[in-house]
Each structure stands twice: as C-alpha cells, then as structure tokens.
C-alpha cells in the first residue's frame, strides 16, 4: 500500500542537541507538509514543500529548517530544541494544492513524538 | 471502513448569501474534527470540535458538532469572494490519525 512513513515513532532528544526527524512518501505526491501537534490542540502547519517549492509558515520559529532532498523523503531539522518544542510532529502530503481531499488526496504519516529531556 | 463524507461537492452562491457546509462521518475512535479552508496554497486552519453542541465562531464563520448523529456543520454568513475556496472537513481517529473528506468548493460571485 502507498504510504507516508515517519520515522522513527518516537525520539528522545536532549535540551539543545539537533535532532532530524524523516518522513518517506510511496504516493508520489508533490506537497509535503509538516505539522508540529501539541496535546489537545489541533495540528500546527510548520511548512510545506510543494515540489521543491519550500513555503515557511509567518510564525514557525528560525529553529525549525527542512530539507526535500527528492520526491519521495522529506526532512524536519530542529537546529536547537527546547523543552517547549515536545510535541508530536505530523507529516502529510498531498497531490497538490488544489484543494483535493479524501481519497489520493491529504494523506497523514504516523507521527514521531518528540519528548525533550 | 471508516470515512468522512462532505456535502455538497461544490456550490455557487452570491456575495452576501449564507451557506451551510456539511460534514458527516462514520469513524471509530473519534476524537476531534477540523475545518479547513484551502485556497491555492496549504490549507489554512479554521476550527477544532471535540464536544457536542457548542458552536465555535470566528467573525463570519460558525461550526458545531453533532456527535449523536455524526456530523458537523461549517456556516458563512454575509459570504464575499474572498471565501471563495476547498473547504476541508478531517476527523481525528484515535490519536494523530487524520481522515479527509473530499472537501466542498465553494464559489462566491460579486
């Protein structure tokens, strides 16, 4: 089955100390996405790639970078994590930005949940 | 299998009607729904409803949740050309597992 793949499901990583997180794609999508989501609270869209297109969100923190190296793999960099950035991060994709949804269309990884010690 | 199903697909309206989106779901384990709304660029984030019958409001915008009979509404009252857009329904199914519907493009005329 087509798939979005996260990589690893859970990472433990210390105050300050970079940390990358993966995100593989079998759908051929041409957006990417990651999504940074905090208990209770509903996913917040980081950036996206829309090809290799990188698009920041006004208010993702400097410490947060990405790399899309090719279609099918996708990166999250967190250059210096604090205590505040635990949380669980979400990669989608998409066909494209049009709007498409269900089916072929957003298609969500399994997330890596990021504690920070 | 479970699924999220939005209706109607598409609707054209004129500035100043009020529209009424609509977002049925069949899924086990739910924990929230989300409203989206999507121009030519990633979705932008409207609404998160957890609990039945309260209505959350941002300016024109309005949506509840019926979770006896499974659904959500999305309301635009005083509609502009500016809301012209996909409008995105998902359902979180268990934890940080989302499911799409296929969305509503709506299309408001001047």
């Known amino acids: 089955d087509a798939m979005v793949i996260q990589n690893p499901r859970y990472q433990v990583t210390q105050f300050g100390k970079p940390v990358t997180l993966s995100c593989s794609q079998t759908l051929n999508h041409n957006v990417m996405y990651w999504y940074q989501q905090k208990s209770s609270q509903a996913p917040k869209l980081l950036f996206h790639y829309y090809d290799k297109d990188f698009n920041n969100e006004a208010d993702t923190p400097d410490n947060f970078q990405s790399r899309r190296p090719n279609t099918s793999f996708c990166f999250l960099d967190i250059r210096s994590p604090g205590l505040g950035d635990a949380a669980m991060y979400l990669c989608a994709t998409s066909r494209d930005l049009g709007g498409t949804g269900g089916r072929g269309g957003y298609t969500f990884g399994s997330g890596t949940r990021l504690t920070v010690v | ?110």
């Open chain 2, 1 to 110: 299998e479970d699924k999220v199903v939005q209706s109607p697909l598409s609707l054209v309206v004129h500035e100043g009607d009020t529209v009424t989106l609509n977002c049925s779901y069949e899924v086990t384990n739910f924990r929230s729904l989300l409203w989206y709304k999507q121009e030519k660029k990633a979705p932008t984030f409207l609404f998160m409803l957890t609990s039945s019958g309260i209505e959350k409001k941002s300016g024109r915008l309005s949506s509840i949740l019926d979770k006896k009979e499974l659904f959500s509404i999305l309301n635009i009252t005083a509609t502009q050309t500016g809301d012209s857009a996909v409008y995105l329904c998902a359902v979180e199914k268990g934890t940080y597992k989302y499911i799409f519907g296929t969305g509503t493009r709506l299309k408001v005329l001047a």
